[in-house]
């Protein structure tokens, strides 16, 4: 039976936490007995629970007495961890990517997908004081409106993908999806330190070792197939880690492109709107005349053929990119109307029994979360994969700040199952958690139950389980496991990022250009439509003004009998 995997783990010296789909699990973390969980909850708040959907982000404070979490549902819920309590509960203006307490744990700060750092109190503010308080200049800079209180901080123009606090609290640095790193004041984001640039791909995990002679010192990864180490406060690039050899082998789980009409799990999608209308018309044309098979379709007769010329046009300008037969909506890619589940709905229209045929699609690298531990007396940068099935793991230098002459050797130990998170385990310095998608499989859940968190040891260049398990171990793995169907681990969307994060896996790709080899428009191979060629011309046409290219327009000839006239006059102006 399958069972939910456990999403985030925090564990503290009294108390361990642990979150797995939509619920919340307290132990205690020296008897491992559990202590409090949502899933006994009365039925009313378990309802609650369930409709907030599966836990995205979570944190605690470094007392370990409160929990911030978020869902689908883009409430930002806040729990007391003695008793599990609901503290209280706000609406957040966007979906958030990441959740921090500030060291006082007064504080929450909430990245969200539209780039933009909020911070919160602890406490909600009233009601009327939040009705009655006068907007501010930093208000208005937020690419979003904020009704539940929060205090914007900074914006990127770009998906915000993590965010984290220096470790006096002077500084937040955030890293975003279009390969930038920025270090700012806090709380006076407007404040800008130091940028570090480099990456060739998005940024997916950054870190500043809690060790303090490695204050200085950030790690930062993404799709890039090297981690760099950087002086952040000067944005200076020190070093880079290569780990395009290590990390590959280990990726077990790979994007996939799904067939149009499908979704990446196989699903078909529901049919758009364009769709529904052109079937309707069909209807139309077969009650009037046409004959409507046993599959479906429409038999050719002449009123079946203009009802195709009817669909192909469909009200969207045919000609788009010529003068007066339709209008293009320069840098927009898709025209607002989701026709993603059209060929599905025309399979439906014909009895099958065949699954979608889903291509595999090359391998996709995405850094996951990035640790240090103090393993041997030197300081050690851990590090997972999305899909992955190992966690990884390099000795930094004596002095992390120093250049190294030599490559850093990256060390792998193979868990046999998609690392989901990890954490360190606290009074230990070289043993950290390690939770893993323990269902998965190469064709699929696994129908064994095997262990769903390891508690792993790190040495300077090996690694073991630890024996005998702790008690807080094997009730990870036995009184905690909570059975869920494969839809809704379906919906945990562990995988997601490996399909939402690239922009595009070839780095050399130019998102202006469908085809690179092709020089205009006109020269484009192979089916296209008329809108679709009308947005290439477009995209040329800005190429062009970009580079500085300006073409001369085409002169238009009077009809008739001094149209030469005219050509001379326009010749000469």
């Not at 279009?178 to 570090?196: K, L, M, N, V």
């Not at 079937?279 to 009123?303: C, F, I, L, N, Y």
Request: with cysteine.
């Amino acid at each position: 039976m399958t069972s939910y995997p456990h999403t985030n783990i925090f564990h503290g010296e009294k108390k361990t936490v642990a979150t797995a789909g939509p619920h919340i699990q307290v132990l205690d973390s020296k008897s491992g007995k559990l202590l409090h969980s949502t899933v006994s909850f009365e039925e009313s708040k378990l309802d609650g629970v369930l409709k907030a959907g599966p836990v995205r982000c979570a944190a605690v404070d470094s007392r370990c007495t409160h929990l911030a979490t978020a869902g689908d549902d883009k409430l930002l819920k806040v729990w007391a961890i003695d008793n599990l309590q609901l503290l209280s509960e706000r609406e957040l203006p966007k979906k958030p990517t990441q959740i921090a307490f500030a060291r006082s744990g007064q504080t929450i700060v909430v990245a969200d997908k539209f780039g933009d750092v909020f911070s919160y109190p602890l406490t909600p503010l009233p009601t009327t004081t939040l009705t009655s308080a006068p907007s501010t200049e930093a208000d208005t800079l937020a690419s979003h409106e904020n009704s539940s209180g929060g205090t914007l901080v900074l914006g990127h123009t770009s998906l915000l993908t993590t965010f984290l606090l220096s470790p006096d609290e002077t500084h937040i640095v955030t890293a975003d999806r279009d390969e930038h790193i920025r270090a700012s004041r806090f709380p006076q984001g407007y404040t800008i330190e130091s940028f570090c640039l480099g990456h060739k791909r998005f940024i997916s995990a950054i870190h500043i070792p809690r060790e303090p002679t490695a204050h200085g010192v950030l790690v930062s990864g993404g799709g890039d197939p090297e981690l760099k180490v950087w002086d952040w406060r000067a944005g200076r690039r020190l070093y880079d880690v290569a780990i395009e050899d290590a990390v590959p082998p280990f990726i077990a789980v790979r994007r996939r492109q799904a067939k149009r009409g499908y979704d990446s799990d196989g699903e078909r999608k529901p049919p758009g709107r364009r769709w529904l209308a052109r079937q309707r018309r069909r209807e139309a044309k077969a009650a009037s005349g046409a004959v409507m098979p046993a599959d479906g379709d429409v038999r050719s007769t002449p009123e079946v053929e203009k009802a195709k010329v009817d669909d192909d046009d469909d009200g969207e300008g045919g000609g788009v990119g010529v003068e007066g037969e339709g209008e293009v909506e320069v840098g927009i890619e898709d025209d607002g109307d989701d026709e993603s589940g059209d060929e599905a709905a025309e399979a439906d229209a014909m009895p099958t029994t065949a699954s979608p045929e889903i291509e595999e699609r090359p391998l996709v690298l995405v850094v996951q979360k990035i640790d240090t531990l103090k393993v041997g007396g030197r300081l050690a940068v851990v590090f997972s994969a999305v899909g992955a099935t190992a966690l990884f793991w390099f000795v930094l230098p004596p002095d992390p700040a120093a250049v190294s002459g030599d490559p850093l050797v990256v060390h792998a130990y193979d868990l046999c199952g998609p690392v989901i998170t990890f954490a360190p385990l606290t009074g230990s310095p070289d043993c950290v958690w390690v939770s893993v998608d323990a269902h998965w499989a190469a064709g699929g859940p696994s129908p064994d139950t095997p262990s769903h968190v390891r508690l792993v040891r790190l040495a300077l260049d090996s690694a073991s389980e630890v024996s005998p398990p702790p008690p807080l171990l094997s009730t990870l793995n036995g009184a905690s496991v909570i059975p869920a169907t494969e839809r809704e681990i379906s919906a945990l969307q562990l995988y997601e990022s490996l399909t939402s994060l690239p922009k595009n896996i070839d780095a050399t790709h130019n998102p202006m250009i469908r085809n690179p080899s092709d020089a205009s428009a006109t020269q484009v191979t192979g089916k296209r439509s008329a809108k679709a060629a009308g947005k290439m011309r477009t995209r040329m046409a800005l190429l062009k003004q970009g580079a500085g290219i300006r073409e001369e327009p085409p002169v238009k000839k009077a009809k008739g009998a001094g149209a030469e006239e005219i050509d001379d006059v326009m010749d000469e102006s």
